[in-house]
């Protein structure tokens, strides 16, 4: 692709060389001119470099417990894989085409099984629609309602999806920042003391918003927002008729006696939100890429547009097992014995295990009320070696993270590549580690800060 004036002038010059020897002029000129032009759309300027790529690429170049994408590695319920075995030796027209917007059994039970939860009547055909993975559920989202132009306020730190898929509709991200309170010497910090300024908030609503993302349990932070925290957010959407994006994907994941509310269940919401989830997080079964999004059939109407001319369907027996699933969890929903009882449970066990593991090398956890994640403060590190190789512009986290790649056999994920550019220097002092793991690689960890706990020694 040709650069400047001058070597189109010097490729010219070629062309009429070429002139002479008998090849047509226009064929010349079109060939130039065709391989000028812009190859890549607009739209991915600035979102082509993808951290999880880099970081998961250097991962596996090192002998590393992996603690860094987001993934259980044992093995999701048993009633889960049978649905899922049943679903591939049982009916053979699985293999096969189904609904557009969803397998009926499972959008019959997404409404079935949320509209108890949102107290909500919900139309399986108007208000349920199945996607690739809760990831497909807000890109579907964002090309569906956000515009050229369009304001999106984003709450940071966020899944860092949200920023890419705002600009790619077109949209123009505006962030306003969680800010951790202050805490007593020596007393662990916990994801419920990060908070939204109120008045901050405020601010961020104009007349150009056209939606807000909420996350919650956020990834990477772990905090479950307060009743009180999303009645602030639902006045403030309502007041300025603004659409709320509900990331809800971790909501059965939440630990200490906090509840997960949905926003959409909140007065005057249910009108103005899509809420989305993921069968991945609910069932440990991140491979099998199905999600939904919730909601009212004036937002769901559009999403649908986007789906039929895009991927168009999900994968049929996926969705059955999906189905299968929900069925199973309806019949046992709020006793022990179900997986939404279960697996958080379990869970809790796991984030403790790795809070009191990464105290003893000096790593301060902040300790989440929900989710996969827990970030870890490093600022001690920071303090006490500053000049980690690296580039110069490089935010330190990310240079701490390949460090402890090389140097100590563990992977995290920078926390600053949650934040938008200008402030990632005001939190690159922090590291993201999921503990959503087996015991087995728990015991790994342990054996890994043992060396380095070692190593701290004088």
């Known amino acids: ?88 030796s049982g009916d053979f027209m699985l293999n096969q085409y189904t609904r557009a917007f969803g397998y009926p059994p499972l959008t019959k039970i997404l409404a079935s099984f949320f509209g108890k939860l949102l107290e909500q009547e919900i139309d399986p055909l108007k208000n349920v629609l199945v996607t690739v993975g809760a990831y497909g559920a807000l890109f579907t989202a964002f090309q569906a309602l956000v515009d050229e132009g369009d304001e999106v306020i984003i709450i940071e730190p966020f899944f860092d999806c949200y920023e890419p898929m705002t600009l790619m509709a077109g949209g123009h991200p505006v962030f306003v920042t969680l800010k951790p309170s202050p805490t007593g010497d020596g007393e662990l910090d916990s994801a419920g003391n990060w908070r939204l300024d109120p008045t901050e908030l405020a601010s961020k609503f104009t007349s150009r918003t056209k939606a807000l993302i909420l996350n919650t349990p956020n990834n990477p932070l772990g905090k479950v927002f307060s009743k009180a925290e999303l009645e602030l957010v639902a006045s403030l959407c309502q007041q300025h008729d603004v659409i709320c994006i509900s990331d ?45 999004a919730l909601g009212p059939d004036s937002l769901m109407k559009h999403l649908r547009t986007v789906q039929q001319n895009s991927v168009y369907h999900c994968p049929t027996q996926g969705q059955a097992a999906v189905a299968q699933s929900f069925q199973h969890e309806q019949l046992h929903f709020g006793q ?28 301060r956890p902040v300790v989440p009320q929900g989710s996969y994640f827990l970030i870890a403060d490093i600022s001690d590190f920071k303090s006490k070696m500053p000049d980690l190789p690296g580039d110069v512009d490089e ?63 004088p």
């Open 395 to 457: 935010p330190y986290d990310k240079r701490f993270v390949k460090w402890m790649i090389r140097n100590k056999g563990l992977a995290g994920i920078p926390v600053s590549i949650f934040y938008s550019r200008p402030h990632q220097k005001h939190f690159d002092h922090y590291v993201r580690f999921c503990f959503v793991k087996d015991e087995s690689t728990l015991q790994a960890l342990d054996e890994k800060l043992q060396k380095w706990k070692d190593e701290l020694r």
């Open 1 to 88: 692709m040709f650069r400047n004036v001058t070597a189109i002038h010097l490729h010219l010059a070629g062309v009429f060389q070429r002139k002479k020897a008998g090849t047509s002029l226009a064929r010349c000129l079109h060939q130039t001119f065709a391989m000028a032009k812009r190859l890549p759309a607009r739209r991915l300027d600035g979102i082509d470099h993808n951290p999880w790529v880099e970081f998961g690429k250097m991962a596996s170049e090192y002998d590393v417990v992996n603690l860094g994408q987001g993934f259980p590695d044992f093995p999701p319920p048993d009633f889960a894989v049978q649905a899922f075995q049943l679903a591939l």
């Open 336 to 363: 022990p014995s179900s997986y939404f009882v279960q697996l958080p449970q379990a869970m809790w066990r796991s984030r403790d295990h790795m809070v009191r593991s990464l105290q003893s090398v000096g790593l």
């Open 248 to 292: 809800e994907v971790y909501q059965w994941l939440v630990y200490d006696g906090h509840q997960h509310v949905s926003i959409a269940s909140l007065p005057g919401m249910w009108e103005r939100t899509l809420t989305i989830g993921s069968a991945g997080k609910s069932f440990s079964a991140t491979g099998w890429k199905v999600g939904w």
